[in-house]
């Protein structure tokens, strides 16, 4: 499969940022997640507040996420530059439970006032590839665009598919996001869920986030890659232990208790959960190999693990 290139990093969360997560990547700390929505008014210094008025929350931290990758990659400090979008690039998101706050808000007003009156907007914005619908719209971009929504290694499934994309030459380059949202519904069961089972004195407490991570993904060329570039690989538990020798391993929470299970040394660099938390983790891999040339993003994935491996020439 083709290796990707790292040219472009965004992130959207609440209580962290770029340097943040770099902070704790390079210095091995966990940032605790905080119970909150990611702040969103960044995206009036790209767009009019009329512009933005119809578009929810979920779509909203895509967008800048989106918008801040697409200025990392071309090394733009300044926020106020104009985004200049690659030509010939598709988008590609992945997702956990997709907009999920819109689908409730859609199935209350059935419930509210019939399915003659339900609301059409919330409708609209409940259909799983509406985000990057959205994307493709603000950025001005035609091209290729789908949705992943899988809660089982969401990030590396849509890794493989801007390989395959990239390998078949549908498109050059690949915008790739990984975006939860935290809904009212989804903290109340987890609470439930999380009381209903012992999960033992040893085990972190469990803090549901938000987020979006995004990425510019390329074909690696001979020229130095900003982060570098990643090889992708599923192994068996009994085959990862020959694939992570002494490298330093990154995994989100919930890959990272299966990995203490089996002695394997990782870190997550940010402690919220969430089915996309790899994107986030994924970053901070690709920042301490843009410092240290190597670093490992794993990813549960059914019986397996999904194996990132980040490698930057200095």
Same mark, same amino acid.
Do not use: H, R, W
């Given at each position: 499969m083709t290796p990707l290139a790292i040219t472009g990093i965004g992130l959207v969360a609440p209580g962290i940022n770029f340097e943040i997560i770099k902070t704790a990547a390079l210095k091995n700390l966990t940032i605790p997640a905080i119970n909150e929505t990611a702040d969103t008014s960044d995206l009036n210094i790209f767009f009019q507040q009329r512009q933005l008025r119809r578009v929810d929350h979920y779509s909203k931290m895509a967008l800048l996420a989106a918008c801040r990758a697409l200025l990392d990659s071309k090394k733009e400090t300044n926020l106020d530059n104009e985004i200049n979008v690659p030509e010939n690039m598709g988008i590609i998101l992945c997702s956990g439970y997709?907009?999920?706050?819109?689908? &409730?808000? &859609?199935?209350?007003?059935i419930l509210d006032f019939g399915t003659n009156c339900a609301s059409p907007l919330a409708f609209s914005h409940s259909v799983h590839n509406i985000?990057?619908?959205?994307?493709?719209? &603000?950025?001005?971009?035609?091209?290729?665009?789908?949705?992943?929504?899988q809660l089982h290694s969401p990030v590396y499934s849509a890794l493989t598919t801007a390989a395959c994309w990239i390998d078949e030459g549908r498109v050059e380059k690949v915008l790739l996001g990984a975006v939860d949202e935290i809904t009212p519904l989804l903290k109340d069961n987890t609470s439930r869920m999380i009381s209903?089972?012992?999960l033992g004195p040893n085990r972190p407490p469990v803090t549901v986030s938000e987020g979006a991570a995004f990425f510019v993904l390329t074909k690696p060329s001979i020229q130095k890659v900003q982060y570098g570039t990643i090889d992708l690989n599923i192994v068996s538990q009994e085959q990862i232990i020959t694939q992570i020798k002494s490298h330093k391993v990154f995994a989100p929470a919930r890959t990272l208790s299966k990995l203490n299970e089996i002695g394997i040394k990782a870190t997550s660099a940010y402690g919220g959960?969430?089915?996309?938390s790899a994107g986030i983790e994924l970053i901070a891999s690709a920042i301490f190999a843009s410092q240290k040339g190597h670093a490992i993003c794993i990813e549960k994935a059914n019986n397996g693990f999904g194996i990132i491996n980040i490698n930057h020439i200095n």
């Open positions: 997709g907009p999920s706050q819109k689908t &409730f808000d &859609f199935l209350d007003s985000p990057t619908a959205v994307l493709s719209q &603000f950025l001005n971009l035609s091209c290729p665009y789908t949705t992943i929504c209903e089972k012992d959960d969430m089915p996309t």
